[in-house]
């Protein structure tokens, strides 16, 4: 056979060389000779051309029985091949999409040996136990301001007792500052009035996201789960995630009012404070249900007050009285 060196083999995708393929070819053309015969033809030893048969025999592309020489035909037999090499494929195309996936996961473990190695934040688990004793230990232990976000504390069952222990605190001449939802006004105005009197600084806002007690710079209390309580509790002890709690209830401090209505009263100051709260619902595009849930007031009230504000700003629709209030600098 002659060599051509340097061509692609037609048929290299299954993995025949060029001299196999014009091989194959010949067989086709003279299927059923002999290998004597086939030799003379292509002028190699009989020996010689067994050898070149082994690839094509092996493949299944021609058969030998007797020293004759039989191609099968090439749609079933090249067909074969193909199905074969076709699933091969399949499954390397497969195999690389996997090494794709696995790209993430590799980088991450590159990147991780760059990055500087630290120390875990340690935080405390608690799961139930003496609520009001826990946060006397950490009041005791702690110095500087306490925070308290209390959407509904005071429906707990340890509730009273920590009140008690923060008019203690507050008495003593420890600040404390205690943020409340606006229905608290509705639901127990007593508790926020013994707090203020005993001297902490009370304010509301019409709603509060999470429980979250703050011990100074020392600790923070805070649910497992943000805004939702499922009697597990963190204890947090790490200097950046305390001064990011205490931003979050500066801020909503900033927000928030000096809480209004106590007396049942709302003139003066009062009554500039319940227009803020319900200026800032109406802002965040509140229905009336739900501001009387937030306010902890009657549907029937907060429709009055609204049409009140509407009227004194001089307006015809909520949104024109958010502008006006910003305007005004009552928001």
Partial sequence: MVANSGVAAPLGVLGLTAEQHNLYR??????????EVLAQRLG????????????LLAVGLVELHDDVVVADAPDRALGRLISEE?????????????????LPS????????????????????????DVAGLIRSLSVAS?????????????????????DWVKDLSRSGRRSRALYPARVLAEAPEVVRARAEAGEHVRVLASIPCRVAIMGTSAALIPEHWGRNSGRRLVVRQDAMIGALTMLFDSLWDRAMAVPGLDGRLDGAERSDSRRLLLDQLAGGAKDEQIARALGLSLRTVRRRVADILE?????????????AVRRGWL
């Fill in 106 to 129: 590799l980088m991450a473990d590159h990147l991780s040996a760059q990055a500087p190695s630290g120390e875990p934040v340690t935080v405390e688990v608690v799961d139930g136990g």
């Fill in 86 to 102: 076709t699933r091969r494929l399949q499954s390397m195309t497969d195999q690389l999409q996997s090494v794709r996936g696995m």
């Fill in 312 to 324: 004194e700003l001089g307006v015809e629709s909520r949104f024109q009285a958010g502008v006006e």
């Fill in 143 to 163: 110095t500087g301001d306490l925070m308290w976000l209390r959407p509904d504390q005071w429906r707990l069952e340890a509730g009273r007792e920590v009140d």
């Fill in 44 to 55: 190699r030893p009989v020996a010689a051309l067994r050898d070149d048969l082994a690839a």
């Fill in 26 to 35: 010949v067989l086709l053309r003279n299927s059923g000779e002999g290998l």
